[in-house]
């Protein structure tokens, strides 16, 4: 066996495929890691990678095999005193070992990479995949590459078979999947590498039951590889018998341990079944009435220390928990997402307060009476993984390279979610889409009273009250608030090269005008964040997220998502005043911040835009650069600028300064005097 | 030591009749195996090898009952199929090594051994080069070398020479030739001058039957005083070319040179030549155009 097992290793090192199967896979890591996207990294490596691997190395077994045996390569070796087994074990075994041997070395990378950014790593999950996922995967698509490899002639029949199986398989495996009811076991086998980075942990396994029982798949490997040795027993006219057997055996370990997996998952079916069945009709009728408010979270006193580089986030604080129904609630409900710890939880007077927090859904055991309130203390941590993006008002938090974006419905800190009473009374069925609390339809209901103060970064608080995502956005950056020159918004993940061009594109554009303004020195960054996060975007409606940024429109960006827009977008932030003033609450600061923006065009471009020449404050000011010099009209645009709050950002204070820097030219006196008479436009 | 066959029979599926009661006894030296494709040479060979089992009928080697034992024949025995894929990426040395061990060759033993077949099939300056790159004669004289591992006291060669530049072919006789002082080399071909340069023994088959076994020379006198030159005009060759079996015609601008197998003179003017063993064999097996 060692020698088959040496020579295949030995065809296998000089062989191509396995080198770019191998560097392929790299490759595609080091490109989706690029920016320390190591949570894309791992996402990727599950849901792209793997399959990439597993799918490469299964093609390239069916084409080696093929080639060997339309080259009649065994042929010599049919009549040598060596048992066909032990060749074919040996065979298989070299093989896998190379296969596996890479797949090792790949999660080790990754693992290394987690360990040199500090992220936080399961290392018992990882362990666990290294020894017995991945190299029990490995094992049944050697066998499945071997076998094919004999059994079809053509190499592109071999591929496609092989293809159809494994990606068959695959969405077999999601085709029959039951929301919130586990993998059936049909294609368990194939199912490897669905899970998906959510947890403080860094990893955790959404479909358990995928690696509960491997022997499963162990079963389906050697059956394959039994089911191979009688065939070629058969074409050498050796007995058949000892094959026989082995298909026998493995059938039996592949049934038996189905059994593991048929019978939890039927287990669950019927319970949710059994729950259906034993539910009051009057729930039905509740739960087809509209959701109402049961609990109402207010007067959040919170800290909050973010660490947006490593993606941690760390809280602690207080809040009231009021039942507002008229029926006692033993089991008050709220949401918290996954990804946070919650370690102490006490009412006001210290009195610890039990608590189970399982997925999404953070259970209290404590009663709450009508109407009764109760004073809460918690403090929770976890580090913000990737998470997938959802449409609609079902929103997830998106990490870039370096910030944190926290929807408040996505439950970074307790939320009280407007779930109906039926499930708060415990009287819902499981798997019933309206009761199942992580699904925050709605968002959480926005507190009166919510105090933060946050540590670690720079911050970014916003209300979005009354619009379907409604509640608190924290964001979080490693920039200090006037580095911060521009927030570019409603950015996916997949625009970012788009976004990243269009970053540098405009601060290019924004150049001439930089020296006109103070605070510019870092003139735009962008911030990824996916445009479902702040659909109803709030930030256009809210006070300067950071001051002296340049804030520009998500919502206005978000839809431009077509390079030629780009143009159009920077002439929308040129033209429009209220887009670098950021102040335009009357139609007489529109048109004083509009003829500011006019000036400055006419003086970075040397022409006027469009009929602007006609805007009286844009005259003016050019006469002033005129007649003085572009430092005073600078000076000018500057001091106004610094007006911006101090509610004195006004006609008059425009004349105030021109008067006292250019006023003894004649020209500026004569566009003074007509700016006083007809006002600014 | 000798190989002996005993009514051996291969049914194939469809009742196709590969061996029809094969009573044959191989002993030491070089024995050769000639019949036309198809005649059954590969199956015996292959039941021989252990490759394939007989319907019936029995088969010892060297004392070994090979239905009972197939592991010892296997043991003793050296097999060149007639067609035969490599490793192309191993070298000649790696390959030999795997082959070694898959003999139960252990350590310096298996690489003496390998530097020892490497040698005496000449490929010891090829030894570098992977075997993606050796001609047609190189692939054959590398099966003859795993074939030679292990000193086996058998030796089966199914039509090495097929396809093999005469140059080629000479050095590859002569190496068999030299391999069967001490062992059985049991040689098929339908090459008659294969047998005829190299083989002490001859056995013909024909549609799965032994038609003849003895010396290439008795098998050269199967047709004694049956081989005729000939000489005819083009045109009054075309005339009789259906009456005569043909062994070899050689055309010049207007006549035909003729080698004729005919128990009698034919035509009355021919002129009585010496047998070859291709002559035999043809005589036998009533081949040739007629």
């Known amino acids: 066996m060692r020698a088959s097992l040496q020579m295949t290793l030995r065809l296998l090192l000089r062989a191509p495929g396995l080198w770019v199967v191998s560097l392929g896979t790299a490759g595609l890591m080091g490109w989706v890691t690029s920016g320390s996207l190591l949570l894309r990294a791992l996402q990727m490596m599950d849901m792209l990678l793997i399959p990439f691997f597993f799918l490469g190395q299964l093609l390239l077994t069916i084409a080696s095999s093929q080639q060997e045996r339309s080259e009649r390569s065994e042929e010599l070796l049919a009549a040598l005193p060596y048992p066909l087994w032990r060749f074919l074990v040996g065979r298989a075994a070299g093989t896998y070992l190379a296969w596996v041997t890479v797949s090792l070395l790949l999660w080790t990378e990754i693992g290394l990479v987690s360990v040199v950014i500090g992220h936080p790593v399961d290392w018992l999950f990882l362990a666990s995949h290294w020894l017995m996922a991945a190299p029990v995967t490995l094992l049944f698509t050697t066998a499945l590459g071997l076998l094919l490899g004999q059994v079809i002639r053509q190499p592109l029949l071999g591929y496609i078979a092989g293809a159809l199986v494994w990606l068959g398989a695959r969405i077999g495996t999601i085709a029959l999947s039951r929301d919130g009811q586990g993998l059936p076991p049909l294609f368990e086998f194939a199912a490897s590498g669905l899970y998906f980075p959510l947890t403080d942990h860094g990893l955790v396994l959404v479909e358990a039951s995928l690696y509960l029982n491997r022997l499963y798949v162990l079963g389906f490997a050697l059956l394959l590889g039994a089911a191979l040795l009688l065939l070629r027993s058969r074409e050498r006219h050796l007995p058949t018998r000892p094959a026989a057997l082995g298909i026998l055996l493995a059938a039996v370990l592949t049934l038996g341990s189905a059994v593991g997996i048929v019978r939890p998952w039927q287990a669950s079916i019927q319970a949710a079944k059994a729950n259906v069945q034993a539910m009051p009709v009057r729930t039905f009728e509740d739960l087809e009435a509209p959701i109402r408010q049961v609990l109402a979270a207010d007067q959040y006193q919170l800290d909050v220390q973010l660490d947006p580089e490593s993606h941690r986030l760390t809280a602690r604080g207080s809040w009231v928990l009021t039942n507002v129904t008229d029926v006692r609630i033993d089991q008050p409900q709220l949401g918290l997402r996954q990804t946070f710890t919650l370690s102490r939880l006490t009412t006001a007077s210290g009195e610890p307060v039990a608590f189970r927090h399982e997925g999404n859904l953070l259970q209290l055991e404590h009663p709450l009476g009508p109407g009764e309130s109760l004073s809460l203390q918690g403090e929770w941590s976890g580090t913000v993984w990737e998470s997938r993006i959802k449409d609609g008002p079902k929103l997830g938090a998106h990490i870039s390279t370096k910030s944190i974006v926290l929807p408040a419905n996505w439950g970074w800190y307790p939320v009280a979610t407007p779930e109906s009473l039926p499930y708060q009374l415990k009287i819902c069925p499981v798997g019933q889409r309206d009761c199942d609390p992580s699904i925050f339809e709605g968002g959480p209901v926005p507190p009166a009273s919510f105090a933060l103060s946050v540590t670690g970064s720079d911050l970014n608080l916003l209300h979005n009250a009354g619009e379907r995502a409604n509640g608190l956005y924290l964001v979080g950056t490693p920039y200090g608030s006037r580095q911060v020159a521009g927030v570019a918004l409603n950015l996916s993940p997949l625009t970012r090269p788009y976004a990243d061009e269009m970053a540098a594109e405009y601060a290019e554009n924004m150049r001439p005008y930089l020296t006109m303004l103070p605070g510019r020195d870092d003139p735009l960054r962008i911030i990824e964040v996916s445009y479902e996060i702040i659909w109803n975007s709030p930030w256009a409606r809210t006070a300067p997220a950071f001051p002296n940024a340049l804030l520009l429109d998500g919502t206005t960006m978000g839809y431009r998502d077509q390079e030629a827009e780009v143009t159009r977008i920077y002439s929308l932030v040129l033209q429009s005043p209220e887009q670098w003033w950021r102040m335009n609450e009357s139609h007489q600061l529109h048109d004083l911040t509009q003829g500011f923006a006019h000036f400055m065009y006419r003086s970075s471009q040397g022409r006027w835009y469009g009929s602007s020449a006609n805007d009286p404050v844009a005259a003016l000011l050019w006469q002033v650069e005129a007649g003085k010099g572009k430092e005073t009209a600078y000076q000018i645009l500057r001091q106004m600028y610094g007006e911006r709050f101090t509610g004195r950002l006004t006609l008059e204070r425009l004349i105030q300064v021109v008067q006292a820097a250019a006023g003894d030219d004649p020209k500026v006196q004569a566009a003074l005097a007509g700016l006083a008479t007809e006002g600014p436009r | ?290």
């Not at chain 2, 039941?47 to 010892?60: D, F, N, V």
């Not at chain 2, 008795?218 to 004694?224: E, K, S």
Request: glycine share 10%.
């Open chain 2, 1 to 290: 030591m000798e190989i002996r066959f005993e009514g051996v029979q291969k049914i194939y599926p469809g009742q196709v009749k590969a061996l029809d009661g094969i009573d044959l006894t191989i002993p030491v030296g070089m024995y050769g195996l000639l019949g036309p494709n198809g005649a059954g040479k590969t199956t015996l060979m292959r039941i021989l090898c252990t490759l394939m089992e007989p319907t019936a009928g029995k088969i010892t080697v060297d004392g070994i009952d090979r239905l009972v034992e197939p592991e010892r024949v296997r043991r003793i025995l050296g097999y060149l199929p007639q067609e035969f894929g490599l490793y192309r990426r191993l070298t000649a040395p790696e390959y030999l090594d795997f082959v070694g061990s898959m003999k139960g060759l252990s350590g310096a033993e298996r690489r003496r051994q390998v530097a020892d077949v490497l040698e005496r099939v000449n490929l010891t300056h090829e030894r570098r080069k992977p075997l993606g790159g050796y001609s047609g004669g190189m692939k054959r004289r590398l099966g003859i070398a795993q074939a030679l591992l292990g000193d086996p006291k058998i030796l089966v060669v199914d039509e090495p020479t097929a396809g093999l530049d005469p140059e080629e072919r000479l050095r590859f006789r002569n190496l068999l030739a030299d391999l069967s002082t001490s062992r059985i080399v049991l040689l098929s071909t339908h090459i008659a001058s294969d047998i005829e340069a190299t083989c002490q023994s001859v056995a013909v088959m024909q549609k799965g039957r032994v038609r003849f076994t003895g010396s290439p020379t008795a098998l050269m006198q199967a047709a004694a005083g049956q081989v005729w030159q000939l000489d005819l005009p083009a045109a009054e060759y075309e005339r009789v070319r259906s009456t005569l079996k043909v062994v070899s015609a050689r055309r010049t601008s207007d006549a035909v040179s003729l080698r004729v197998l005919a128990p009698e003179r034919p035509l009355g003017i021919g002129e009585s030549l010496p047998p070859t063993l291709e002559d035999g064999y043809l005589c036998l097996t009533g081949e040739g155009a007629a």
